[in-house]
């Protein structure tokens, strides 16, 4: 990068109106840039470029820009430029203090703060490779907790080191980024069907879509007791939505997990982000790691994502919530679910234990049941899914009229001792898809 790309940023910024010149110029971080002459701007533009200056963090005050409308091209090629001349010269950072001249590399990780400080996060809990960010960047792009940064930092001796510019923000550039809390949204009913089988075989996930649908924005709870058939339904979920809904970003949270738990689903290859704390931790640890998932699901649908969040270890969160004078941990994380007309955050959580008192109180919040019967599994029944305690509130506007037939003609035989679990159970094992099943129930 040399002295005629400057000349080509300032060219560009001279054909600009003074209207134009001030908005690119509020994005790159210009002083007061509502009171500056086109050549002060331009020449102040030029000086952040090649890091002579540092950037203003971004004003609250005063009036809003008439326009969000500008050359956001320009802008991230000042950007790009600052970045190539703070990682070949020890000179000013991006966001304040003198860098000391040591090698810069491509960074990303999840905004979160901590004792010292915001830093960028790989995962939930803070580690000597956190990368430290300076409190300006957060006031002049707006940044959130939970928001994924991709930037450049300095390379710390130990691991880490410091954010020096910022490329993209929940993979929007810092120009396109618009957010909607999710509170200003109306909420609505799920009416968007998530396939949430892939194969014949993933049978516990072909039950509970027989019996319990999941569109966008489910609050679903996974309970009964039986925590490996909970995995085995999360995996298959996971699986399914990555290679049916590519529009969808899928999410897993693995609350004070074991270790062994943890690496089926590294090696299971489902194609989600994973998350996890282990049950060594300290309860403060798992708590704040739950928040930290729960908060960098928000930020990307605030963002226009439709985001599927699946957790496992619900009873586990709020025992550590408990203990810490936090309760209420576990139906917050639930409670987090929207379903709106714009996006969609979908959460589909397990309990992993038998906990009556904490079913009962998340059952208020969840609209989506599916009970893995921990007495089923011990009998030998595979899937364990007791169909009579696992049910969608609305799933009328997910399945159609032959679906909801079946699916009610099932639990009529078991209620009137026609029909065994274990026999309910072998008609998705024995079968390749739930077609089979509706025309079968449907014809006769």
Known sequence: MDSGIIADIRLRAQKKTIYELRQIARAVGVSRPADGKKERLIDEMISIATCKTDPAPRSLRGAPPKSSEYDKKLVADIEECRAHYSSIKGVRSDEGGVSDGSARKQCSGVLSRSGKGYVLQAGCLCSASDIAVHDSFVNRYGLKEGDRVCGMQTCGAEGGGALVSLKTINGFLPGDLKRTPL?????????????????????????VDFFAPVGRGQR???SGGCTAAEINLLKQIALAICLNERDLQVVICLIAESPEAVNSFRIADLGAEIFYTYFSEGNGN???G??????YCKRQAECGKNVVLLADGLARLERAAAAVGAPGAAKRFLSSAVCTDEVSLTVLAALSAEDGELERDLSEVANMRAYMSLNFALQGINP?????????????????????F???ALRKRIIRGK?????IA???????NNGQIIRELTDG
């Not at 998530?194 to 194969?199: N, V, W």
């Not at 029909?419 to 026999?423: L, V």
């Open 183 to 207: 509170t200003d949204l109306t909420a609505v009913y799920p009416e968007t069907r998530l396939k949430i089988f892939a194969r014949a075989e993933d049978a516990e996930a072909r039950m």
């Open 220 to 222: 679903g709870l996974i």
């Open 286 to 288: 798992v708590v704040s």
């Open 290 to 295: 739950a928040e930290f998932v729960i908060n």
């Open 384 to 404: 364990p899914l007791d169909v009579l305690k696992t049910f969608t509130t609305g799933a009328e506007a997910l399945q159609t009229r032959n679906e909801l």
């Open 406 to 408: 079946a699916a009610a």
């Open 419 to 423: 029909a065994e679990p274990e026999e």
């Open 426 to 432: 072998a008609l998705f094992t024995g079968t390749a």
